[in-house]
């Protein structure tokens, strides 16, 4: 079931748990390699995939991240396939057909690979919200298998953007080329910003597979001061509790 929403500024965040454990030997790294200077034990890190539903004052509704997909989905080489974000968001009264909007943090498979079920666009009414930088850089089975099959639907922006009203998007570059967060109100919506609670103490520790370790860091940095000095809700993708409040 999915968690209790959050909220603000009467915008509805609703927290969709898509799948838990832990990565498949494909990736998976002892905890201390994984974020190299934690001091993190060398047990199994148990990863929690999140998207999130939210919903205006007006009932329009935008989703963020489409989470693990299908058995045999682009991210089944390494996640917990399959996912259940059609079973969370029928669970809180949703169809895939109401979004109107999906926002994809990013093109990594446990990110977008819900966006298609059957080798058809999941969400057949929602334009998709990606940076350019993003796409430009995406390849392999995401591309062929999700990104060409939801072409039509894609809305691309170039930085920072309104991706409906009221939600907004953030370029937050360095886990990958065209990462973006989403900002609704006082909560943000950080994607794979931070992936561990570790990074929120200190932004500097880095993440075995981001694209570029020191612009993540940079990124990270700078989006959790500004993000602090507001005191800001976090909504993340892979803690096991959704909302860090800071």
């Not at 991240?65 to 809180?92: F, K, Y």
């Amino acid at each position: 079931m999915p968690h209790r929403p959050l909220t603000v500024s009467g915008v509805e965040v609703t927290p969709l748990c898509d799948a838990v454990g832990p990565m498949g030997p494909a990736l998976s790294r002892p905890s201390a390699e994984m974020f190299a200077g934690s001091g993190l034990p060398d047990e199994p890190w148990v990863l929690h995939f999140h998207c999130y539903l939210v919903r205006d004052a007006a009932d329009r509704l935008t989703l963020v991240d489409t989470g693990v997909g299908a058995a045999d989905s682009p991210a089944s080489s390494w996640a917990p396939v399959p996912g259940t974000l059609a079973a969370e968001l029928a669970a809180v009264g949703v169809a895939p057909a109401e979004i109107g909007t999906v926002v994809l943090t990013h093109l990594h498979s446990d990110h977008v690979s819900g966006a298609v079920a059957g080798g058809r666009p999941l969400f057949e009414n929602a334009q998709h919200v990606v940076q350019r930088a993003e796409l430009d850089a995406v390849g392999g089975p995401v591309l062929d298998e999700v990104v060409s099959v939801i072409k039509g639907q894609l809305h691309v922006v170039e930085g920072d953007a309104e991706a409906a009203p009221g939600v907004r998007v953030h370029l937050a570059p360095g886990h990958t080329p065209g990462h973006q967060i989403v900002r609704v109100g006082e909560v943000a919506l950080t994607g794979d910003l931070v992936h561990h609670p570790v990074q929120v103490d200190d932004p500097s520790i880095r993440y075995l597979y981001d694209d570029d370790p020191e612009t993540a860091a940079r990124s990270r940095a700078e989006v959790l001061a500004a993000l602090k000095a507001e005191r800001a809700i976090l909504a993340t993708s892979h803690f096991s509790e959704p909302f860090v409040r800071l």
